[in-house]
């Protein structure tokens, strides 16, 4: 195998990435950590999988980090989760996605699998994050999804009507840009109709898959000073007290099992409708 032109291809495109990594911290986008993170995914994705694989990656980034900046609505603020991806965030999103683009890069004959795996994840991830943004800020009524008992907009594991309509719509994005950068890098080009049920479903599923284990699995603390229920073992600069779930499956944790899950997802329904 020769290396020379991907090699020739990391040294053109590390400029570039490195200039939006470093904009990305400027903006408060990313942490250090997480720039950092971000570029050596960012190589990944372009070096391997081309322009194709670069738009849907830069597409939720931008679109996810758009989202969590809007405004919310009658001036109220809350807190959904810190805006800086730091890279454990980073790892969580990006962990799959580039593991489809290395299967791709070792097996070339598995370039449809590699590929719908790759598709999969990212839809699933920008599903999850535009449920999140727009159905805490929107959603007028959230329920848990395993009790089915009303909870606070933006708690893991709720889930509201406008959040579901947003976890369709952006796997539905990822799938147009997909068709519109088609044969654009190594990505397979998916040009018939019978991909697109695939990658939306699969991101819908695996963002619903996000809000189960959310509600079932993921680590949840009371806050001994503020009485808060928090994500984090820390708050208000004291240890919490775990209440729920497992103790090492964080946010992060279920980002990344729910991103599998929703690249294996849309992977299987290629099989069933293709």
């Known amino acids: ?88 965030q980073v790892l969580a999103n990006g962990g799959v996605p580039c593991a489809a683009l290395l299967l791709l890069f070792a097996r070339p004959d598995l370039r449809e699998e590699a590929s719908m795996l790759y598709l999969g994840a990212i839809a699933t991830m920008f599903a999850d994050t ?41 796997p539905a994005l990822i799938t147009l840009l997909h068709y519109l950068t088609r044969g654009l890098g190594e990505l397979c080009e998916f040009q018939g109709a019978h991909w697109v049920m695939p990658l939306v479903l699969g991101g819908f599923i695996g963002a619903l898959t996000d809000s189960v284990l959310g509600a079932s699995i993921q680590a949840k603390y009371r806050c001994g000073v503020c009485g808060k229920v928090v994500e984090s073992h820390r708050h208000c600069g004291k240890e919490a007290v775990l209440i729920s779930g497992v103790p090492w499956i964080g946010n992060n944790a279920v980002n990344a099992i729910a991103s599998l899950i929703g690249a294996l997802v849309s992977l299987g329904l290629l099989y069933r409708f293709g």
């Open 1 to 88: 195998m020769q290396f020379g032109p991907y090699i020739m291809t990391a040294l053109l495109a590390a400029p570039v990435i490195g200039i939006v990594a470093l904009a990305s911290y400027r903006l408060r986008a990313l942490s250090m950590s997480g720039a950092i993170g971000a570029v050596v995914t960012g190589l990944i994705v372009f070096v391997i999988g081309g322009i194709s694989a670069s738009v849907a990656l830069f597409a939720f980034f931008i679109f996810g980090s758009l989202l969590s900046k809007l405004p919310w609505p009658g001036g109220r603020k809350k807190s959904i989760g810190g805006s800086e991806r730091d890279w454990k």
């Open 130 to 170: 535009s449920a999140t943004e727009i159905g805490t800020r929107f959603g007028k009524r959230a329920i848990n999804i395993l009790t089915f008992k009303p909870i606070e907009p933006g708690t893991s594991g709720g889930v509201s009507a406008i959040g579901f309509a947003a976890s369709l719509a952006a």
